[in-house]
Every structure is written in structure tokens, then in C-alpha cells.
């Protein structure tokens, strides 16, 4: 029998699946459950620095293919989260988690946020949100190289614990290189690739209406859409980035040979946003019993004798 065991930072998880944070993880109860459910981890809700409701609804959609959100950051706050973590480090030292931060007002407060976290007693990761395109009127951090650049300069001139950023998708092949440079200056220990496709449109088809609120209907695409994109992120930063930066894949999976194929591209661990959605947190089962079925079909002991070795055509 193959294992699915998963290595990320120094930890040995039972399989490499987490939630993508913004599902299933607002508040203690959604977080207590994924750590009780057959998900190797969890991450929490992105935090801001200050409680927040939220764009308004409809404001997340569950699509054929898919899923389109505008969700705006609504989370209950860092203390909250900080308070969380705090304590479930110390009740349950041997299942490590992720914990998410974004920013709503920008720069300093990402500054900011991460300072609390280093006054703070957490001592385990954090996930920094460079790519939420949900904000009227605020950009994705991470397409700003200089900015990301700035930003993390920033931070690591005090920040002392362990982190890593969730990236937005690019789609050139310069793009790659040019954020790959800025990250390979850090000692970033993950990117987390992608963050929903930002500002797509859905339209429906008995009303011609968009079909959520906020930004008059532009919204982050999840799911079976962005599977092509989220694995060739994965791929380019594997191949760009310093190995010691491990990669987080997220985007599309939604069965065993998905979660397979980001691990092929070189993935430590897999996040599912759209489809836990879709399917509650059984959906943890269902692919680690598909992704154990494919690596016991294909001969494999475990992960690490196919990670990254995606086969090419030259
Ligand atoms: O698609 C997303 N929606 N990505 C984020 O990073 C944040 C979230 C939201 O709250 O809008």
C-alpha cells in the first residue's frame, strides 16, 4: 500500500491536502473541523487588521465549470485568528497549520500585520496574501514587482518566523522570471500558487445579468478553468525559484489525477478552494482515496518518486 504522506517545512503530514483559505475556515468551528477531517492541514481565512463584513451579496457564485467570488476579505480580524492559532499550536503541537494574512488598506498594513505576528507567540507558518482581487480600488500586491519587492524587504528586516506568500497567476513567460527573481532574495519558505484568476465575468444565460454584486460582476475564477494556468505556475516557479522555497499547488483540483498533476509539476502540498466548496470536507477523502488508487495503478511507494518529474517532448 502506496503512503501519501507529504514533507513541507519540516513536518510529515498524512497527505498533502489542506483547504485553499477563504473556504470552509472563518471561524474556530470551520477551522476545528478541517483539522478533524481527513485533510492533511488547513489554513485559515485570509486576516486583515481589522474585523471585516465584507462586498456585498451575492458576492460568490458555484458555476458548471466552476466558481466566480468578489468576496471582499470579510474575516473576524488577526487578533482572532492570532488567538486561534496561539492556542492550537499549544493543544496540538504535532498538527501543524497555516495561517493566512492579507491586507485591506495596503502596504503598512501588511507591515503592520506581520509585526503583530512577530510580537506574537505564534510560531508556526503564515501564509502572506500578495493576490486577493477583490478590493475596489486596490490592486493585487504581486503584480507590482517592485512593490512585492519593497514589501518583503520590509518585513524580513525584522520578521524572525517562518512564511510565504500566495501568489496571483501570471501568464508570460517573463512575468515568471521577474517574480521568481524578486522572491529567490528571501528566505521564503513556500509560494502558494494561484490565488483565483482575478476580475473574470460570468454571465447568466435566462437573465444577461453578471451574477454577483460587487464590481459590477467581476469577480476571482476558481476551479476546472484555471487548472492549465495553476499548474503551469506551479511548473515555472519549481523550475525558476531556489529549491529550498517549496511550492503549495492550488487551482482546479478536483480529483485524484488533478491533485496527481500539481504534484507532478513539482507541488508539496495541495490546497482545494472551489470543490471543497462544492462538496464539503468529504471532499478530503474522496482524493486522497483517488490519488492513493493512481499511485498504486502507476507503481509508486509514495509521492516523492514522481514529484516534479513532469515529462517534456525534447
Ligand atoms: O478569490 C479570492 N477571494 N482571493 C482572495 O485572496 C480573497 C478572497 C476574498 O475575500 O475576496
Do not use: W
Not at 521568481?180 to 519558505?189: E, G, I, R, T
Amino acid at each position: 500500500m502506496p503512503t501519501l504522506q507529504a514533507t513541507f517545512y519540516g513536518h510529515t503530514y498524512d497527505n498533502p491536502f489542506m483547504n485553499a483559505s477563504g473556504v470552509h475556515c472563518m471561524t474556530m468551528t470551520e477551522l476545528d473541523a478541517l483539522a478533524d477531517s481527513a485533510a492533511g492541514s488547513f489554513v485559515t481565512k485570509s486576516a486583515t487588521a481589522e474585523a471585516r463584513e465584507g462586498n456585498p451579496e451575492p458576492r460568490y457564485v458555484n458555476v458548471d465549470l466552476g466558481s466566480i467570488n468578489s468576496m471582499g476579505l470579510p474575516n473576524l480580524g488577526l487578533d482572532y485568528y492570532l488567538d486561534y492559532a496561539i492556542k492550537r499550536q499549544a493543544s496540538h503541537p504535532d498538527q501543524p497549520f497555516v495561517m493566512s494574512v492579507a491586507s485591506y488598506q495596503g502596504f503598512d498594513e501588511y507591515v503592520a500585520n506581520m509585526r503583530k505576528i512577530q510580537e506574537s507567540d505564534y510560531t508556526g507558518l503564515v501564509e502572506l496574501n500578495l493576490s486577493c482581487p477583490n478590493v475596489p480600488g486596490k490592486p493585487q500586491m504581486a503584480y507590482d514587482f517592485e512593490d512585492t519587492d519593497r514589501l518583503l524587504t520590509e518585513i524580513f528586516a525584522f520578521y524572525t518566523k517562518p512564511f510565504g506568500v500566495k501568489l496571483p497567476p501570471y501568464f508570460d513567460i517573463m512575468h515568471f522570471d521577474k517574480i521568481a527573481a524578486v522572491l529567490n532574495q528571501f528566505d521564503l519558505k513556500f509560494v502558494n500558487c494561484i490565488n483565483s484568476i482575478g476580475n473574470g465575468l460570468y454571465i447568466d444565460e435566462v437573465t444577461d445579468t453578471v451574477v454577483i454584486k460587487p464590481k459590477g460582476g467581476f469577480g476571482g475564477i476558481g476551479g476546472e478553468y484555471v487548472k492549465p494556468t495553476a499548474l503551469a505556475n506551479v511548473r515555472a516557479l519549481k523550475q525558476r525559484l531556489n529549491p529550498s522555497i517549496e511550492i503549495i499547488g492550488t487551482g482546479g483540483i478536483l480529483t485524484g489525477r488533478d491533485a496527481y498533476e500539481h504534484l507532478l509539476c513539482g507541488a508539496s502540498m495541495l490546497q482545494v478552494g472551489t470543490q471543497l466548496e462544492k462538496e464539503g470536507l468529504g471532499v478530503f477523502e474522496r482524493l486522497t482515496k483517488e490519488l492513493l488508487a493512481i499511485l498504486e495503478a502507476k507503481g509508486y511507494a509514495s509521492i516523492a518518486e514522481f514529484k516534479g518529474m513532469l515529462g517534456t517532448l525534447d
